[in-house]
């Protein structure tokens, strides 16, 4: 495997669910973040770790839970979801988050809330 | 807060006509700004990144330009494919918010008709 690689590719869930949605990048970095893309919207920023430190929270709701437990492992826990929820949801990573960097994108999870 | 506009929505092109594509932002104290394409139901790949310094970037087919002054950048695809086909997301990185924060239009979604 190489790049960022996201599982599982699409999820279907009911409100009352709990799931999990896992990144993994193989490219060396120290950084990773969470986007959500909803349709006709532009990426939404969620988390963003920093060897394996959480440095970034755009307020997201509590429903969404990240945990990074390594520098090439990221989690996004998910319980009680709403409807709204739905969206393509990006892991990416960059070598150590500077404004430099480049950030690498996985093909993203496909969630659907029911 | 920034925000980043892309027009049009979308473009339908013949095979061999030149793209032309549209981002604007409206805080223009960026330190870089980029263009990614996305296809569907896959993630983002970083096709040129253009430091606030640089007027423009060129790769292949592909040229970006930058007026940070009136906050306008350009993506130019010459002599458009089929393959080119895709969406084009517009993102900036400004100097006013933390280093991790990338800022993105909606996104031109391109079809090249053969």
């Known amino acids: 495997e190489t790049g960022v690689t996201q599982t599982p590719r699409h999820l279907v869930m009911g409100m009352t669910n709990k799931k999990s949605l896992k990144c993994e990048q193989h490219l060396g970095h120290n950084a990773m973040y969470w986007y959500k893309q909803s349709a006709k919207k532009p990426l939404e920023l969620m988390f963003v770790y920093s060897l394996e430190e959480r440095v970034e929270n755009n307020s997201v709701p509590s429903r969404f839970s990240p945990e990074c437990p390594n520098s090439s492992h990221l989690f996004l826990h998910l319980h009680t979801l709403q409807p709204e929820d739905s969206a393509l949801y990006l892991c990416a990573s960059s070598q150590s988050g500077g404004a430099s960097d480049t950030q690498y994108f996985g093909p993203g999870t496909r969630l659907t809330v029911l | 807060k920034q925000e980043v506009t892309q027009i049009p929505a979308a473009l339908s092109v013949p095979e061999g006509e030149n793209l032309v594509l549209n981002c604007s932002f409206t805080?223009?104290?960026?330190?870089?700004l980029q263009w990614f394409r996305q296809d569907p139901g896959k993630g983002l790949t970083s096709l040129l990144l253009?430091?606030?310094?640089?007027r423009e970037q060129t790769s292949g087919r592909l040229n970006a330009s930058l007026d940070k002054s009136s906050g306008r950048s350009t993506l130019y695809i010459a002599a458009s494919q089929p393959g080119d086909s895709a969406t084009y997301l517009c993102?900036?990185?400004?100097?006013?918010?933390?280093?991790?924060?990338?800022?993105f239009g909606a996104g031109t979604t391109v079809t090249v008709r053969a």
């Open positions: 253009i430091q606030s310094s640089q």
């Open positions: 805080d223009s104290a960026i330190y870089n």
């Open positions: 993102a900036v990185r400004d100097r006013r918010s933390n280093d991790y924060k990338l800022s």
